[in-house]
T-cell receptor, first 111, second 116 residues
Framework: GESVGLHLPTLSVQEGDNSIINCAYS??????FIWYKQESGKGPQFIID?????DKRQGQRVTVLLNKTVKHLSLQIAATQPGDSAVYFC??????????FGQGTELSVKP | GAVVSQHPSRVICKSGTSVKIECRSL??????MFWYRQFPKQSLMLMAT?????????EQGVEKDKFLINHASLTLSTLTVTSAHPEDSSFYIC????????????FGPGTRLLVL
């Protein structure tokens, strides 16, 4: 069936380094993608989104890249900080506004 | 961003009892809200789509008679877990789509349910 998946379940980086979290999706018809950050015991927090008519979108310290050819999405976090430690999910918007979430990547930032 | 609240944040109940969880959009009206369930170390799984003024739409495998959803107003949706059992223990999260923006969904803080 349709799914959105992640390549890396865990990622450990040094404070100040850049982080890259990857995501693969299977529905080539998807036209809207979102990255969420979830801290322990809390609900997901919107980070950044991108539409399929774009290849790249930048926010504050975060960049999302979309490669429609290989159905791949990535989230880049610049100068990773301890406060960035969390689980990151990509989500694919389906018809009716339903979100299909990837499995998640746990980011751990070492001081 | 838009604010979505949930109540209660945590609930412990005995097996066989029913538990109601509320989801509110605080600064916008949401005709559509969504309910997710999340087990430890797992992703969010969509349970159902809550539509204001009409019946909820349930995902495959989700029992509509066990997870009752009511969306009586544009700012409130409720999820009632009926005859809860230990296997229903999970983190329940709602989201709402702000019609003023794009398709962005804003999530509530979640409700931790523990059934003894």
């Amino acid at each position: 069936g349709e799914s959105v998946g992640l390549h890396l379940p865990t990622l450990s980086v040094q404070e100040g380094d850049n982080s890259i979290i990857n995501c693969a999706y299977s529905n080539s018809a998807s036209d809207y993608f979102i990255w969420y950050k979830q801290e322990s015991g809390k609900g997901p927090q919107f980070i950044i989104d991108i539409r399929s008519n774009m290849d790249k979108r930048q926010g504050q310290r975060v960049t999302v890249l979309l490669n429609k050819t290989v159905k791949h999405l990535s989230l880049q976090i610049a100068a990773t900080q301890p406060g960035d430690s969390a689980v990151y999910f990509c989500a694919e918007n389906h018809q009716g506004g339903k979100l299909i979430f990837g499995q998640g990547t746990e980011l751990s930032v070492k001081p | 961003g838009a604010v979505v609240s949930q109540h209660p944040s945590r609930v412990i109940c005995k097996s066989g009892t029913s538990v109601k969880i509320e989801c509110r959009s605080l600064d916008f009206q949401a005709t559509t809200m969504f309910w997710y369930r999340q087990f430890p170390k797992q992703s969010l799984m969509l349970m159902a789509t809550s539509n204001e003024g009409s019946k909820a739409t349930y995902e495959q495998g989700v029992e509509k008679d066990k997870f009752l959803i009511n969306h009586a107003s544009l700012t409130l949706s409720t999820l009632t877990v009926t005859s809860a059992h230990p296997e229903d223990s999970s983190f329940y999260i709602c989201s709402a789509r702000d019609p003023r923006g794009k398709e962005t969904q804003y999530f509530g803080p979640g409700t931790r349910l523990l059934v003894l």
